[in-house]
């Protein structure tokens, strides 16, 4: 139990299913009060809340696109309704949508991935930040990825440039907002087995990575939650602002 995390509040954009709602539960272990988010999966959903209900946590269920500005601003608005504070913002939903090489790029695709990846961080950030103000700070964590760093696999180019874009708006939001004692870090995952890779990633693809990481095995969900707990806590890493965790078994050391 990390004592400093009881009875915060928590939200976790794209919690239903994968790190998301790894992340959301292990939250709930520690006794903080979570909103689970979710846009398509509710079944999913409500299993994670019921989880972190288990676990000795508290929970809601929010709905919405954060492709939408709106969505973002209302599901911060809820979860200070519900819970009476945001303290903890994870901005992890987001997703790869499809493999596709360059000369199939559409404007309609393009939109979609940075509204999905980028837009959505930046106003849940605007909208938490917001609140964050006023109750004396907080921790706003993004999720970016190993493929920020190489570029991404075949087909992942303009996904990789979304969360080169997230790494980027981590340190400059950390120096923007430190005034106000918001700490904003992130965490990288390298090829962990989640449904995006389930949807996108063939196996054989999946083998070309594992060659490359010097663990010699891809990454579990639950290998993510440790780098998000410590981020979050403030007995932990309350030094520790504008920085990128990796979490990918040494497939890339920066």
Known sequence: ?????????????????????AVAKAFGANGASVTVHFNNSQ????????????????????????????????????TVSTFGRIDVLINNAGGLLKRIPIDEITDDMFSKLLHLN??????CTRAAAAHM???????????????????????????????????TVTRGFAKELVKDNIRVNAVSPGVIL???????STPEMLEGFKATIPMNRLGE????TGAFL????????????????????GQYMP
Not at 194 to 200: D, Q, V, W, Y
């Open 118 to 123: 980028v837009r959505s961080s930046l106003m």
């Open 221 to 224: 969900v639950d290998e993510c």
């Open 133 to 167: 103000k006023t109750t004396g700070g907080g921790a706003i964590i993004n999720v970016t990825s190993i493929a920020a760093r190489h570029g991404g696999a075949a087909g992942a180019v303009l996904y990789a440039g979304t969360k080169g874009f997230i790494s």
């Open 43 to 78: 079944s999913e959903a409500e299993e994670v809340a019921a989880e972190i209900q288990r676990l000795g946590g508290k929970s809601t269920v929010m709905q919405g696109d954060v492709s939408d500005s709106a969505v973002c601003a209302r599901l911060v608005d809820d």
């Open 1 to 21: 139990m990390i004592e400093d995390l009881k009875d915060k509040v928590v939200l976790v954009t794209g919690s239903s299913t994968g790190i998301g709602a």
């Open 194 to 200: 989640t449904p995006l890779h389930e949807r996108s």
């Open 230 to 249: 410590f981020l979050a806590s403030e007995q932990m890493s309350g030094y520790i602002t504008g920085q990128i965790i990796e979490v990918n078994g």
